[in-house]
């Protein structure tokens, strides 16, 4: 019997210093998902898909791919054609994280591209190592600068499709201060698209 990965996710899932969810896996998508992405349970992405919906960190936060539920699309809905690039979480300010290939023969490794800098930043980590940090509480560093006071509440309050919009937008001078600007829960694919036309618009993508 294969040794699945999902025994050292579950474990750092139960050990988290923030809530975790672990959202409920339909078999037969799981398997589905799994064989498009031809891959086993021995990797952690694979024991994600396997043995949930998805993750849900931090309150909603941030929303870990698995085998999809709810209105969170499974990983491998989310693969980019002819882009060597597959989106394995999304934030809820519409952030993305991908995994990718820098550059042929070099190991993938998960880059962030968020609402703050509408750029793709290399975290110079393998998926396991990424997704142990989210967990392990590199998370409140790493949003430091995005998250308001009473964040917790609003975030957890929007559905696994949706995200928070901001106006003026983070990537602004004038929207920096998320305390200070207008937010409303929006479509997350919606969100993402804003963010990501933005980008081209500016010359960043």
Known sequence: MEQSAWFEISSLVAAAPYPVTVLPADARQAAACLAALDITTRSWLGAVVANSGGLVIDHGWLRVLGSGHDGLPDVAAEMVPGAGRLVVAFDVMGGQFAWSQAEPGVQPTVHYFGPEDLAWQDLELGYGDWLEAMLAGA??????????????????????????????????????????????????????????DAARQLGFL
């Open 139 to 196: 998370m409140t560093q790493f949003y430091e600068g995005l998250r308001w006071p009473g964040w917790e509440a609003e975030a957890a309050s929007v559905a696994l499709d949706q995200g928070i919009s901001a106006w003026p937008p983070p990537w602004t001078r004038e929207g920096k201060d998320l305390s200070a600007v207008s937010r409303k829960p929006v479509r997350l694919a919606e969100l993402v698209s804003v963010h990501q």
